[in-house]
């Protein structure tokens, strides 16, 4: 059983490009959550999806950041016109249905870098 | 928001000693998870902690889930060279998926 996949590992993109980041939950998960790494800190929830559905963006900032779980296809956190402040480790993990606890599980991250 | 309180920031410690960590919280919550992080790795789940005062072990790790479900604890006994990484904390307010917030890790070095 595949963990969670996440590509690129690595993306270089230059100021007002967009950024795309891809994020595979492992099998039977329908939960994906997308956090923010920056250097020495911990991670920083961004967005909460389920198939389809946003759950929860409270921590995704309002204006180009986006986010979508399609029906077929990997988790998608979208960046456009990104500027230097974006430069941070995106991590996705997933986790199955639960109704009471849970264990979020974590991909190995894409490192933006913006220069 | 919701903020977790990691201490300490960072430890050095022989090969051999144990080691210890905590996490506190001004709000209750619901599951404790304790995860550590390899340079350029994502966060792998060590411990998951489901009700207030459980004690719960996975080799030389052992965490704890505070009775005021305010803080946990991670103990490693006998540390040796690859416990090397950033240890966090991770708490989640209430049942079901609910998204995690992460303490800010506790860096741990171990000298040979």
């Known amino acids: 059983n595949a963990g969670v996949m996440q590509n690129p590992r690595h993306l270089v993109r230059r100021r007002g490009q967009e950024a795309r980041l891809r994020c595979s939950p492992m099998k039977g998960h329908s939960h994906v959550y997308w956090y923010r790494q920056l250097p020495e800190e911990g991670l920083k929830f961004m967005v909460y999806?389920?198939?389809?559905?946003?759950?929860?963006e409270s921590g995704m900032p309002k204006e180009r950041f986006s986010a979508e779980f399609p029906k077929e296809g990997p988790s998608i956190l979208r960046i456009q016109q990104v500027v230097r402040g974006d430069s941070a480790a995106y991590f996705c993990?997933?986790?199955?249905?639960?109704?009471?606890?849970?264990?979020?599980?974590f991909g190995q991250g894409t490192r933006l870098t913006v220069v | 928001g919701q903020q977790l309180n990691q201490s300490p920031q960072s430890m050095f410690i022989q090969e051999g000693e144990d080691v210890s960590m905590n996490c506190t919280s001004s709000?209750?919550?619901?599951?404790w998870l304790w995860y550590k992080q390899d340079p350029g790795e994502g966060p792998v789940l060590l411990i998951a902690?489901?009700?207030?005062?459980e004690l719960t072990s996975n080799g030389r790790l052992t965490a704890q889930f505070g009775i005021t479900r305010k803080d946990s604890f991670l103990n490693i006994s006998a540390s040796i060279p690859s416990d090397v990484g950033i240890y966090f904390c991770?708490?989640?307010?209430?049942?079901?998926?609910?998204?995690?917030?992460f303490g800010k890790g506790t860096r741990l070095s171990v000298i040979a």
């Open positions: 709000s209750i919550f619901n599951t």
């Open positions: 991770a708490g989640q307010s209430s049942p079901g998926n609910t998204p995690l917030v």
């Open positions: 902690l489901y009700k207030a005062g």
């Open positions: 999806l389920q198939k389809e559905n946003i759950i929860d």
């Open positions: 993990a997933s986790s199955p249905p639960a109704r009471m606890n849970t264990e979020a599980f």
